[in-house]
Nanobody, 128 residues
Framework: HVQLVESGGGSVQAGGSLRLTCVTS????????MGWFRQAPGKEREGISA??????????RYADSVRGRFTISQDFDKKMMFLEMNSLKPEDTGMYYC????????????????????WGQGTQVTVS
């Protein structure tokens, strides 16, 4: 049974920082990519960052909207993923989800939700 649990969301003022954590259990051994997505009210889910699990520093992806402000990282041994969010803006407000690949979907961008089979329940981030 695969489980992803996000934590670390909250309410901050613009310019502030938050660190999100995704704890996983039961992931298939062949899981390659994991990603962070967010969804603002009335908007579609947006892929903001992804990481190749167990990969090198080059195996990272960022959406233009967060590049330079957010940093994705992993603890491979503990199967955890993190998202350090700095210089937060009101437009960063939304529900943040972590996602993990199940069956390999090579050819689908790691920043697209179609890449992922497993999802957490989300953690709310509000920037005012």
């Amino acid at each position: 049974h695969v489980q992803l649990v996000e934590s670390g969301g909250g309410s901050v003022q613009a310019g502030g920082s938050l660190r999100l954590t995704c704890v996983t259990s039961g992931l298939p051994s062949h899981t390659l990519w994991m990603g962070w997505f967010r969804q603002a009210p009335g908007k579609e889910r947006e892929g903001i960052s992804a990481i190749y699990f167990g990969g090198g520093p080059g195996d990272l992806r960022y959406a233009d909207s967060v590049r330079g402000r957010f940093t994705i990282s992993q603890d491979f041994d503990k199967k955890m993923m993190f998202l350090e969010m700095n210089s937060l803006k009101p437009e960063d407000t939304g529900m943040y989800y972590c996602a993990a690949e199940g069956r390999s979907r090579v050819g689908v961008s790691p920043l697209l939700s179609a890449r992922y089979e497993y999802w957490g329940q989300g953690t709310q981030v509000t920037v005012s």
